[in-house]
């Protein structure tokens, strides 16, 4: 009797203090949301987990060398305001695959509208989705592409060894010493059995417990009113209550060590395993709306804190017209940027000096469109374009593992944008075109790829320093400059008409402190008939 005393007191003392932690947790978090809502996300992501819905759905319109060109991983970072691993990972693959219809992006305007419009709703789903959380390498997309997914074998023993430590418990009343004994012995082979069965499920295990806070995640959402209880949702209904859920959010660590002693002791996440894993496969597709509808949800608030924390942004305008139609464009990661204005209406050649802002300009450009068929907003006062592939080819690097060259990795990556033109309407930016080789030929195969470009239903914009193909090709041209002073150089990174007329090479080894013997050899070089 005693025994049963003392252990009701420890039960009470626990839940106290689980409860009062819980509380104060909650009152952090929604303070945390509140506070940062608008602002630049702070946080250090783990790419290599967020990659693996996209990796695994596989595809993606936008292919791996204009990602990197584009530094959209960066990009990614500046927008990923998402409470939860599924609203990161869905907003991963959304920047990856744009659309060329507005059905889509509508659909998603209007949600993140909704959001702007209903400050009280826009929290409360944040609220619900942070509980949700995140969790590295939770296993959700292996369980939605059914990627090596094993069953665990003697689902009756589990059954048994579970029921045990109630039989000792009842024991314990009667004599204490032997129900004492009982437990322990019961609780040291459950602890056996249970670290087993953890490297049998080690991969689909994590993604069982977030399947649980998934569950109670919609559930919630259903409940505010923000989303319908539709099918999918009732398949899993009837097995939320029992759902190893992740404690994530406001949980403590006082909280997660008893929730462990309890799945341990009675086997909870082990006996439930099996069913839980048939019943997502036997209804994968219901599942996987169900990823998206959460993703949709916690992306489109995200897109909402992105447009606030911007200086200005605008919605995208969609039209016919093989051109790009902007009024004070910016870069989203530069925070205190240059705007341009501009409407290029055919293949454009940009020239300038080094450092004057030409590969900053196209890839504003590039990223915007991709931002407009993704997550329908642009940093601009006015974007227009047509739907159209972006693909670039700019940041190229020697292979050295593949034992290519600088010039083979930049032909194949020109290569690549040839054949994609014959399969969508694109939009291409090309940055220093054919650079790894000598001058005469560089020219030549430039004119040659450009004017080939030229005669397809694409836009193509490049920049480059060789002069020479602004009198050869039939493109507009465009330039940045700078202005020399005693003092030095500087840029106003303002987009001119015509061809650049200046160079300022030499003038930069001169203002970064070169010996004054270079630079009087250089200029005599350089400008000697």
Known sequence: MEFAILSAIIIAIVTVMIIWDKVQRNKNLKARLQNNFGKIPDQELNLNTIKKYKTLKGGGMIDEITWHDLDMDKVFTRINACQSSVGEEYLYDCLHNPQFSEDTLQKREERIDFFAKNEEARF?????????????????????????????????????????????????????????????????????????????????YPAISYFGAMMVCYKRLINLGHLDEGLEYKIFKKVISKAPVKKAGTSSDLADAVWQYFTVMFLYDVRH?????????????????????????????????FRKSLPAFCLPQFNNENALDFEEIFHPLITEPVTNTQKIERDSLITGSNASGKSTFIKTLAIN?????????????????????????????????????????????????????????????????????????????????????????????????????????????????????????????????????????????????????????????????
């Open 124 to 204: 409360q789903a944040q609220l619900a989705l942070a509980r949700l959380g995140k969790d590295d390498f939770n296993g959700i997309a292996l369980l939605i592409f059914g990627e090596n997914v094993r069953l665990l074998p003697y689902s009756l023993m589990y059954k048994i060894l579970a029921f045990m430590p109630i039989v000792f418990a009842v024991t314990s009343v009667f004599s204490l010493l032997a129900g004492a004994i009982g437990l322990l012995l019961s609780f040291i082979v459950n602890l056996i059995v249970h670290h087993k069965s953890m490297a049998v499920m080690e991969t689909e």
């Open 273 to 305: 395993y099996n069913k839980f894993i048939t019943l997502i496969m036997q209804n994968n597709d219901d599942f996987h709306k169900i990823y998206r509808t959460l993703g949709e949800t916690d992306m489109a608030i995200a897109v909402l804190n």
């Open 369 to 529: 469109g991709i931002l407009a068929q993704t997550i329908y907003t642009c940093t601009a006062k006015r974007f227009a374009t047509r739907f159209s592939l972006v693909i670039t080819s700019m940041a190229m690097r020697d292979d050295i593992l593949a034992g290519e060259s600088y010039f083979i990795v930049e032909i194949k990556s020109l290569k690549r944008i040839l054949t994609a033109i014959e399969n969508h309407p694109c939009t291409c930016y090309i940055d220093e075109i054919l650079r790894g080789t000598n001058t005469t030929e560089r020219v030549a195969a430039s004119a040659a790829i450009l004017q080939f470009l030229n005669k397809k239903d694409i836009l193509c914009i490049a920049a480059t320093h060789d002069i020479e193909l602004t009198r050869i090709l039939p493109h507009k041209n465009y330039h940045f400059c700078e202005t020399v002073t005693d003092g030095g150089i500087t840029f106003d990174y303002k987009l001119k008409q015509g061809a650049s007329k200046t160079r300022n090479a030499i003038k930069l080894l001169e203002a970064m402190g070169f010996e004054p013997e270079i630079v009087e050899n250089a200029n005599r070089l350089a400008y000697t008939e």
